[in-house]
């Protein structure tokens, strides 16, 4: 599973009056034609003849790995048989950094990177966005990009595209929690009313705790500052998070293991499948999947509360001086990828939301992950994030 | 040049010789080949002894000028990629500024964070030594099959990812994994539970471990001679005398290689502390990667990399003297 994923799927981005059809996919498309036959159609800027390769990086668990190479690549081979991908994985994306650090030199130099296109298991891509690394996104290059939520483009200033997300639900064991909490007060009450039955993991490992903490924080802070710091690397606005601490902190000694923080997503999981706490934060695509596996019980349930965690897009980013062949193949492919039925596969695959908005999705598909609902709550802009996690490092644990 | 002195130039040298002791003018011009062979010989020799220096200076020495400099404040140049991502650099002027440094060492967390590192590998790499010691001593002097299938158990480690073996301890030694369920059996609740603590973090780094320390010292015990060991036992030595006072202040050497060589790795190693150690304190793998990736501070994680650096360094010291004490021994 993904180690850590950030930024938001935002329910309430621009209205999208069009479904873009890729055109030629598969059976997928006739059924997604026929469902919307209202919808306006892209037409698809890139012919089957298309020819030449490109490198990717990608960082991700095992998970990203197989949707990549068992499923949307060769799709993607299938509807365009002369592009080459050459696929590089980086497991929990050990190297998303140094690779961003290449990509930095790179374009410092007016340099190709060597890699055409890149996926992060941290926030690396978001940075990289921010920073200005990437090739600005527009509809003309992609024209399935119009069916992305305005706000999911926003975060990353139109330089990146997301492919898919996730967001973070609490989950609870139902034969032992008969009222689960509502509220994240009522959250923090059980907290302390069930000593060591809690867990979230580090947020240094995991994006799960690092919502559930940002959801803390959250209290203390006024809607404008939390907005600010979503968007923003607002630095003054960081000295908010003392009171949010100082309640973390206070659970030390409720939270399992007496103040032991699992170190990703997986190992929270992990406790929760072997009765060994009976609530925790999760990634809704990741319970979902393990639920659907069998490595949870039937009794564990997941839930929204109020406010919710956050969501999260996961972004594909084009590095600046990619030269300009290579360029016209990755948005071909990027185009590809956010086709509706592309996006279908990835729904399924991983248990996750569309990149492109919910409303455009088949019902079938929606069934599989509407019963939470869409993300709501903005996350931290990556640079708050990183303080954020050194600040909890020092005054919590 | 001490390449010269190899068994490459060993044999050019023999070939010469050859040629010299026979001057008929027919062969002259077969000792023009071969003086050119040689000298091409001598060359590519230079060239091969060269390459491991090169790769060294270009993949370890140039890395390791460019963290110091970052450490120092130097962002520009080389280093300016990884600044223009990085939060929090404290640039330097002229030599350069210790703010990094102060600011991480003025952190009393960071503090810990040593400590526990240190507290953690002494430990370590004491009770490898003696697990490893003890295995294979104990089957010299007293051989028996039980002590041998020990040894066998003992490497087997050596085969399993660590990054599995991490995964698979953290859970035996969870709230609900193996051993506290013993524990609890027996009417004690939470005693062994081992998981984010750091004595989970020896334990594992121990089972990591044992495997190379068993095998060195086995060398090490096999090249006791029989006649040392029997003219103790002749003269009526018990088991332990000869183990305490034949047997091991011949393996010292071996015993110091162990010993440091497990002390670094265990200094050095991020897997096994980052899924079965605490939040906190942290070991210094963690927290140097936690520094670079998470808090994207690459000039602050240059100052915990060289903090690693120096612990390696006096590590390195006591292998040096431990070998030469060896040496004056003899």
Known sequence: MVVKRRRLLVGAGAAVSCLTLS???????????????HAKAHANPYPKSLHGGFAFYSGGDTNVEQLWQDVLIPSFNRAYPHIKINYVFSEHGTNDVTTLDRVAQAVKNHQSSGFALLESATN?????????????????AIPNSANVPSASMAVVKNDAVPYRGSKVVLAYNSATVKNPPKTLAQLLSWIKANPGKFAYCNPSGGGSGQYFIEDVLNQYLSKSAVNTLAFNHATSLEAGWSKGMAVLHSLNSDVYGNGTYPAGNTQVLTLLGSGAVQMAVVWSDQSTSALQDGQLPKSVKLTDI?????????YLGVP????????????????????????????KRLAGFPAIKVSLMTATVKSEFTALGEAESLPYSAQVVSDMERVWQQDVP | MALSSGPLSAELTAGVAVTDRDPSPARRPGKRRRASDEGTRGGLTSLLGFLPLAFLLVFGGIPIVLSLLLMLGHLGGPNSAVSSLGQDEIPGRGIGTLGAITQLFENHAYLQDISATAIVFVVTSAVVLVFATTLTLWHRLRPSRAIATLQFLAVIPLFIPVVIASFSLWTFWGSRGFTNSLAQLAGISNALIFSGKLQGVVLAEVWVSLPFAVLLMRAGVASLTDSSLDA???????????????????????????????????????????????????????????????????????????????????????????SRRRRVGR
């Not at chain 2, 034949?246 to 190693?269: D, H, M, Y």
């Not at chain 2, 210094?284 to 650096?309: C, E, H, K």
């Open chain 1, 23 to 37: 055109v030629g996919f598969g059976a997928g498309v006739s059924a997604a034609a026929g469902r919307t036959a």
């Open chain 1, 306 to 314: 109020t406010p919710a965690f956050a969501g999260s897009p996961v």
């Open chain 1, 124 to 140: 690396a891509v978001e940075l990289a966005a921010r920073q200005r690394l990437f090739i600005p996104v527009t509809t003309k």
């Open chain 1, 320 to 347: 600046k001086y990619t030269p300009k062949n290579q360029v016209r193949l990755v948005d071909a492919f990027l185009n590809f990828i956010l086709s509706v039925p592309q996006q279908a596969k990835v729904v």
């Open chain 2, 232 to 322: 103790a036992r002749d003269a009526g030595a018990r088991p332990l005398t000869v183990a305490w006072r034949i047997a091991l202040p011949q393996l010292r050497k071996e015993a110091t290689i162990v010993f440091c060589f497990t002390a670094v790795g265990v200094l050095g190693s991020f897997t096994v502390p980052y899924i079965i150690g605490p939040s906190s304190p942290l070991m210094l793998g963690v927290d140097a990667v936690n520094t670079f990736s998470s808090y994207n501070q690459p000039q602050q994680a240059a100052v915990i990399g060289f903090t690693i650096f120096v612990l390696a360094a006096l590590i390195g010291c006591l292998y040096a003297l431990g």
